[in-house]
């Protein structure tokens, strides 16, 4: 059973445009929320996060907001670029024990940006 | 550039054969993670070690064991491969208290079975 999902397996959007990536997860006992970007070949690279107890984090043109009655999470990309073409992993996380615990991802949206 | 180094980059074998992936976590950090990365499942949680210790452990086939070693360097052993096995792994690792409760991905290591 998917615990965090992201239902749109691809996402294309113009050059300048806002991105919206989409993710949904189902417990609601997770503390932090991420999105990484992955390139063919390289591993995930880390993007933004929010804290279960945020409803909104901003990083330049990256926002993420939380709908956590909706059990909901956004990524806002604004403007787009086409350097911004990759798949968008969504990852939540439990953490115990005072350490990080471990990352529970979704399947990935490519987005592609089209000059 | 994460920090976290892996090898090798490649890694072709037969079935049947054992393998090991090593990982190397950004300096300080005490915690590493193991990910597996298949077409068709995504990206699932194996294994994590907090400083020397097995912390939690995910999907992680009995075929399949780690360690983490004094110097934080963890292992990553796949025996008695079988065909499915093929996938990408990654090896991640975070620090204690981190702000945006991060992980810090290596490039991966790809591993076919034939």
């Known amino acids: 059973d998917q615990q965090v999902k992201q239902n749109s397996p691809s996402l294309s959007v113009q050059e300048g445009r806002i991105s919206i990536l989409n993710c949904d997860y189902t417990?609601?006992?997770?503390?932090?929320f991420l999105w990484y970007k992955k390139y063919p070949a390289e591993g995930p690279t880390f993007l933004i996060s929010?804290?279960?107890?945020?409803d909104k984090n901003e990083d330049g043109r990256f926002t993420v907001f939380l709908n956590k009655s909706a059990k909901h999470l956004s990524l806002h990309i604004v403007p787009s670029q086409p350097g911004d073409s990759a798949v968008y992993f969504c990852?939540?996380?439990?953490?115990?024990?005072?350490?990080?615990?471990?990352?529970?991802f979704g399947k990935g949206t490519k987005l592609s940006v089209k000059p | 550039d994460s920090g976290v180094t892996q090898t090798p980059k490649h890694l072709i074998t037969a079935t049947g054969q054992r393998v090991t992936l090593r990982c190397s976590p950004r300096?300080?950090?005490?915690?590493v993670y193991w990910y597996q990365q298949s077409l068709d499942q995504g990206l699932q949680f194996l294994i994590q070690?907090?400083?020397?210790?097995?912390?939690a452990k995910g999907n992680i086939l009995e075929r399949f064991s780690a360690q983490q070693f004094p110097d934080l360097h963890s292992e990553l052993n796949l025996s008695s491969l079988e065909l499915g096995d093929s996938a990408l792994y990654f090896c991640?690792?975070?620090?204690?208290?981190?702000?945006?409760?991060?992980?810090?991905f290596g490039p991966g290591t790809r591993l076919t079975v034939l």
């Open positions: 991640a690792s975070s620090a204690l208290g981190s702000e945006y409760n991060e992980q810090f």
């Open positions: 929010i804290s279960s107890i945020k």
């Open positions: 070690y907090y400083n020397g210790e097995e912390r």
């Open positions: 990852a939540a996380s439990l953490n115990y024990g005072g350490s990080q615990g471990n990352l529970i």
């Open positions: 300096s300080g950090d005490l915690s």
């Open positions: 417990n609601s006992m997770f503390d932090y």
